[in-house]
């Protein structure tokens, strides 16, 4: 079946400190891959993406993420955290073929402490 | 340049109301998803359309319709609320696969 893992619930970081959030997928074959992010009462905000190229991807905010076809995965780093980070986020895996949906992990929230 | 606009954004019912949610994007995109989104359980897709004309069940329809009036609107029907439909509702839109979703605000409702 296809599904989304994001491990962490939740995550706390210094303000300056760097952050990786995880997400794992299980695929029949190299999804589109997303991640979102929603802070409190928003809705989702796309973040980066990969469809194919370079697996390291550059997104808005400073977010990067690499996608690491061995491991399914596709996380989400960020060098140095600022304080308006804190917020879910969101990894997403979408098809290439076939029916045009997205499938979501459960979300990963982030707390930036000062 | 108002994206995707979703109309009411709050609501209460009483089991056994119905009641409409309505979804409009102004970027010409082909698709737009309804989703609901309860604590620990990210997003589930409840309906989506593809393409104007066509509409699709997601994971979880039950309890629910849908209607692609237009290219632009997109609303979501409750025939028969139930506390279990508590939840706050995204609409999102796409132009193709690749680009991802633009998302609604979100309607947060409550069935008491």
């Known amino acids: 079946a296809q599904s989304v893992t994001q491990p962490d619930i939740h995550i706390t970081v210094s303000e300056g400190a760097s952050l990786e959030l995880r997400c794992n997928y299980s695929y029949g074959a190299t999804p589109y891959l997303f991640w979102y992010v929603q802070s409190p009462g928003q809705g989702l905000q796309l973040l980066l993406k990969y469809f194919s190229g370079d697996t390291l991807v550059q997104g808005i905010k400073g977010f990067e993420a690499e996608f690491k076809r061995s491991q399914s995965s596709f996380n989400l780093r960020k060098p140095s955290v600022h304080w308006s980070d804190a917020a879910e986020y969101f990894c997403?895996?979408?098809?290439?073929?076939?029916?045009?949906?997205?499938?979501f992990g459960a979300g990963t929230r982030l707390f930036v402490k000062a | 340049n108002a994206g995707v606009t979703q109309t009411p954004k709050f609501q209460v019912l009483k089991t056994g109301q119905s009641m409409t949610l309505q979804c409009a994007q102004d970027m010409n995109h082909n698709s737009m998803y309804w989703y609901r989104q309860d604590p620990g359980m990210g997003l589930r897709l409840i309906y989506y359309?593809?393409?104007?004309?066509?509409?699709d069940k997601g994971e979880v329809p039950n309890g629910y319709n849908v209607s692609r009036l237009n290219k632009r609107e997109f609303s979501l029907r409750l025939e028969s609320a139930a506390p279990s439909q508590t939840s706050v509702y995204f609409c999102a839109s796409s132009a193709d696969r690749v680009n991802g979703y633009t998302f609604g605000s979100g309607t947060r409702l409550t069935v008491v």
């Open positions: 359309s593809a393409s104007e004309g066509t509409t």
């Open positions: 997403a895996v979408g098809a290439r073929t076939g029916g045009f949906k997205t499938i």
